[in-house]
């Protein structure tokens, strides 16, 4: 396909080849060998095209922004702009924690391309893992790191607020992909829009149910609004376990186009109510062979680690930088430690019911909005499915709705083994 004006050109197995030969970092990424170099198109995800490059002497990742949905195509446009604010992310995240963000090769902008490192087999995505019943004892600790870390460095308790607002105008050109947030997760979900879906006709009546409800469409206003103008951190933006590559000993965070400075919560939320989400699906996923409860269990005791983990290691970020040149507490005012201690209490709190607020809007919407999870999906019997969603709508609707009632992930543990 002929370059349009911008440079830009989408390509296939055939021109990634072409263009690896014309870029020197990338030759060399693969020991200057080319011969038997074997490409493969793999984006299974919604928006990308994604091609893995395997040769004698080295591998990577090549993976290129279209400017439209993939999943609806050309009638939903999208900015292929939003592989710069991805290469930018991997890059700042990469930076705070090395352990879990795959290395970026190279960046081409005009092409929206980037390059990385290829997470070779037996890494999985996470969903497919959770589907497969698969344990991994390094997860929680994993994922805590990774938040604990990219928020805390990224927020106003390291950073000066100078250093802040640079940091975030840089990240507000990543509007289009904010604005499909939005829409997918705070609005649509709450009317009558053309790409929701729901498991027909067993949903019809909880798909209804959601737009009439009038508490619910409230707090989420609230959510909306945080998540629009509440600048706290580097957020990665779309943090569900299909965002994450696993084995038994390594987690990857991958796939953060749609990061920008927001709300902490928001991540955190995504996480754990996929992981809630991934809870509600065993039930069609048992079989004779395996009723899959000792594995619910895991997955909920990952969930609470998941969180206890990451309040003890930011915490633990906080009080060793307290001196530094975070402007959110100086140290000048907050100067008795029985101070610091009520912020940090005050805070944390503020942070667990954020999470928890956004978390269930994200539970919401892949039960009766456009994009849904394939933990579902992948039951093929619709009536089995439809009874695990309907469980956990219900419960991601109560959690909207009382979230501030809890004051424990534990409690939170209790109500969804309720």
């Not at 396909?1 to 911008?6: E, K, L, S, T």
């Not at 106003?156 to 607002?165: A, E, G, P, Q, V």
Request: net charge negative; with cysteine.
């Amino acid at each position: 396909m002929a370059p349009v004006a911008d440079g830009f050109r989408p390509l296939d197995e055939k021109s990634v080849m072409e263009y690896i030969k014309e870029t020197p970092t990338l030759h060399a990424q693969l020991g200057n060998q080319l011969d038997g170099v074997v490409i493969k198109e793999v984006g299974d995800g919604n928006l990308n095209f994604v091609y893995i490059v395997v040769g004698p002497a080295g591998s990577l990742v090549i993976k290129q922004a279209l400017p439209y949905l993939r999943i609806i195509g050309e009638s939903w446009p999208l900015t292929k702009e939003r592989a710069y604010f991805e290469a930018l992310a991997l890059k700042e995240q990469g930076r705070w924690c090395p352990d879990h963000v795959p290395e970026v090769y190279h960046f081409d902008r005009p092409m929206s391309l980037i390059a990385m490192r290829y997470l070779k087999p037996p890494h999985i995505i996470l969903r497919k893992g959770l589907i497969a019943g698969i344990e991994y004892p390094l997860l929680a600790q994993h994922m805590s790191d990774y938040m604990a870390k990219t928020l805390f460095f990224t927020s106003l308790l390291y950073h000066s607020t100078l250093d802040h607002r640079h940091a975030v105008a840089e990240f507000c050109g990543n509007v289009e992909l904010c604005r499909h947030t939005e829409r997918v997760v705070f609005s649509d979900p709450y009317k009558v829009a053309q790409y929701n879906r729901w498991t027909s006709p067993y949903l019809d009546h909880d798909a209804e149910a959601v737009r009439e409800d009038d508490t619910l469409k409230i707090e989420v206003a609230e959510l909306k609004s945080m998540f629009c103008e509440r600048a706290q951190a580097l957020i990665h933006g779309d943090l569900h376990t299909g965002s994450v590559m696993v084995t038994g000993d390594s987690t990857q965070v991958i796939d953060p186009e749609f990061a920008f400075y927001g709300p902490m919560g928001f991540d955190i939320g995504a996480f754990l109510g996929n992981l809630i989400l991934a809870f509600f699906a065993q039930d069609g996923h048992a079989d004779k062979g395996n009723d899959r409860q000792a594995y619910k269990q895991w997955i909920l005791k990952t969930a609470e680690e998941t969180w206890n983990l990451f309040h003890q290691k930011f915490i633990s970020l906080w009080a060793g930088h307290k001196d530094g040149n975070g402007e959110a507490y100086p140290v000048s005012i907050y100067n008795k430690p029985e101070l610091q201690l009520l912020v940090q209490k005050r805070y944390m709190a503020g942070l667990f019911h954020d999470a928890l607020g956004f978390g269930a809007a994200k539970m919401i919407r892949r039960i009766v909005g456009v994009a849904h999870v394939e933990d579902f999906e992948s039951i093929a019997d619709a009536s089995r499915r439809a009874y695990c969603e309907r469980r956990a709508l219900d419960f991601a609707k109560m959690l909207l709705k009382e979230r501030r009632r809890f004051q424990s992930i534990n409690q939170v543990i209790s109500a969804i083994q309720e």
